[in-house]
């Protein structure tokens, strides 16, 4: 969360009327601001508190899934989307791009647990749950986010090769798909594939899940 800088203005206010009314005494100005400027959460407490992208990976490492986080852009947002085991799970938005990670895993993670056996989420904290648990299986990708732009009357989708690497008969290459919405553009890559083709199919399939398990198509 963006802390907003008129909060900061509005405690250096109050700590300077507060300092004029003591009569510019600073140790009296200290015992009477100091509870407001003592930390309510302190990095001890953080530290004992497990991490969102720890406590996922952790769980999902137990139960033999495999994580993976696909970043991309929405209007002037970064946003994180998490898929399991290739399977779409939750997406979640931030002008910042760790903040966007770790409200879409604390997302996930309760949505992996609500999904699990009674028996092994017993002793889990398990959330709602929108997990459908769809596969990234979709035949004709590219032809189908084409005719999602048509639909929708965007422009055509946009595929670039973000990387290119190893000798020419190994050969790995991972592409990008950018699509311009009424909300903004939005930009995600697929995963490595031996084939250029593959990679735009790859991309192709990531944005679809995206776009059909967001509000914007």
């Known amino acids: 969360m963006k802390a907003p800088k008129v909060l900061a203005d509005i405690v ?47 769980l999902c490492q137990k139960q ?5 986080i696909k970043y991309w852009r929405s209007g002037t947002k970064t946003v994180a989307s998490i898929f399991v085991d290739g399977s779409f799970v939750v997406s979640d938005s931030s002008d910042y791009k760790e ?13 992996v647990v609500s999904e699990l ?5 017993s002793t889990l904290a398990a959330g709602s ?4 648990g769809s596969t990234l299986t979709i035949q004709d990708p590219k032809q189908k986010l084409n005719e999602m732009c048509i639909k929708q009357k965007w422009p055509k989708p946009c595929y670039c090769i973000m990387i290119e690497e190893g000798r ?3 050969k790995i290459y991972v592409s990008a798909v950018e699509v311009t ?24 399939t990531f944005m679809l899940h995206v776009l059909q398990h967001s509000k914007i198509s």
């Open 181 to 204: 919405t009424p909300d903004g553009m939005l930009y995600i890559p697929g995963d490595a594939k031996s084939r250029v083709k593959d990679a735009e199919t790859s991309a192709a």
């Open 117 to 121: 056996p009674s028996t092994d989420s």
């Open 129 to 132: 749950s929108d997990y459908d």
């Open 99 to 111: 903040i966007a990670k770790l409200d879409a895993c604390r997302k996930a993670f309760d949505i």
């Open 12 to 58: 250096e206010s109050i700590a300077a009327a507060v300092y004029a009314d003591v009569g510019f005494n600073l140790e009296t100005l200290w015992k009477i601001f100091r509870g407001i400027l003592e930390p309510i959460v302190t990095l001890e407490h953080l530290e004992r508190q497990p991490q969102p992208v720890t406590r996922l990976f952790d």
């Open 64 to 68: 033999g899934k495999h994580i993976d």
């Open 168 to 170: 020419p008969h190994e």
